[in-house]
Nanobody, 124 residues
Framework: VQLQASGGGLVQAGGSLRLSCAAS????????MGWFRQAPGKEREFVARVTWSSGYTYHADSVKGRFIISRDKAKNTVYLQMNSLKPEDTAVYYCAATPFGTAHVTGVNEYDYWGQGTQVTVSS
């Protein structure tokens, strides 16, 4: 399984960005796909996840109501729509995948496959 994240950039506070994660090298029924982020000097943290087959989503409290995760089965792509961005959202964002899609997987160690990360910088 290979994951390729893209869409990061520099945006002003209150702005929006959409991240994409192109997945290849497998069939993803039964998988969960997630987004994580890591700010300088901090540990990598969970942002959101989506079950590939059902589309069920779960978002961290810190982004709930502002970020939306989704997936497009036809394009084998997972998206993270980020609205009302804040300076504290500044981080490298990573997409990840786990074959345990039915579990409530939010831990870094629960994901087996990782993309290369894309930088998101929110200026105040």
């Amino acid at each position: 399984v290979q994951l390729q994240a893209s869409g990061g950039g520099l945006v002003q506070a209150g702005g929006s960005l959409r991240l994409s994660c192109a997945a290849s090298g497998g069939t993803f029924s039964g998988y969960a796909m997630g987004w994580f982020r890591q700010a300088p000097g901090k540990e990598r943290e969970f942002v959101a996840r989506v079950t590939w087959s059902s589309g069920y989503t779960y978002h961290a409290d810190s982004v709930k109501g502002r970020f939306i995760i989704s997936r497009d089965k036809a394009k084998n792509t997972v998206y993270l729509q980020m609205n009302s961005l804040k300076p504290e959202d500044t981080a490298v964002y990573y997409c990840a995948a786990t074959p345990f899609g039915t579990a409530h997987v939010t831990g870094v160690n629960e994901y087996d496959y990782w993309g290369q990360g894309t930088q998101v910088t929110v200026s105040s």
